[in-house]
């Protein structure tokens, strides 16, 4: 085999064998046994930053708070309420065990279904309750009446009769109306004629007459239409006279 044909692959696995087998020769003749670890020098080590040391926390003034106190964060109209701490107190009373503050603002009868929407009296979402049943928010109040407007809890503090929420208008909202009566349109108010409007005489008339006049008129116009409509069929369907020839 010539040497002068061999492709360059054969070239590069060849070398590469070779510095396999020279490796390995040089493992077993111990090339980098001796290695070991420096000793450490406290010349080559870099000092750590230092953190800065933290402030004392400085309290202001009582006077600088009292907006916080004025307006509290977790009051959902942001004026101050009463409350009291009591460590006796269990995650029922809590939750309104005892006080129960809250306003009834839907009722629904709809056989078998009976229940009642409550909302707590500082704002939030509504809560439905069945009847016989109490809620998870005040486990310790059962609805025990419900009627077309009003609902009965009872619970730790008595009986509590909610009477259905209404609307005065005064809030920018629409005023409820009474029960039982019916919903009337609002009525536009009369406009009076002005002395120098040409047309405040017709404007006064009653507004029966003129229903009445403009009834007339519009069978007047019908039954004039109905005249002309006869006289034209009868025009079409006339037979056409021949002219009558006179003897010389």
Do not use: C
């Amino acid at each position: 085999m010539r040497l002068d044909r061999l492709r360059p692959r054969t070239w590069l696995l060849a070398g590469l064998a070779v510095a396999a087998a020279a490796g390995w020769l040089l493992a077993l003749a111990g090339v980098g046994a001796r290695a070991r670890v420096l000793p450490a020098d406290p010349a080559l080590l870099q000092p750590l930053p230092q953190a800065p040391a933290a402030a004392a926390p400085r309290l202001l003034p009582l006077a600088r708070y009292d907006a916080a106190v004025s307006r509290p964060l977790f009051a959902n109209d942001r004026r101050p309420h009463p409350f009291v701490l009591d460590a006796s107190a269990d995650g029922g009373e809590a939750r309104g065990g005892s006080s129960f503050e809250y306003m009834l603002t839907s009722v629904l009868i709809a056989p078998p279904l009976r229940l009642a929407i409550v909302q707590p009296e500082g704002g939030g979402d509504g809560i439905r309750v069945r009847e016989g049943a109490s809620a998870d928010e005040f486990p310790e109040w059962r609805l025990v009446e419900l009627a077309p407007r009003s609902a009965v809890f009872e619970g730790p503090g008595g009986r509590r009769t909610l009477e259905l929420r209404t609307f005065d208008g005064t809030g920018g909202e629409p005023p409820s109306h009474a029960p039982g009566a019916a919903r009337q349109p609002p009525q536009p108010r009369p406009v009076p004629p002005s002395p120098e409007d040409p047309m405040a005489t017709d404007a006064a008339e009653p507004a029966p007459t003129q229903v009445q006049n403009q009834a007339e008129a519009i069978r007047q116009r019908i039954e004039a239409r109905r005249a002309q409509m006869r006289r034209e069929a009868l025009q079409s369907t006339a037979p056409a006279r021949k002219p009558v020839e006179s003897d010389p």
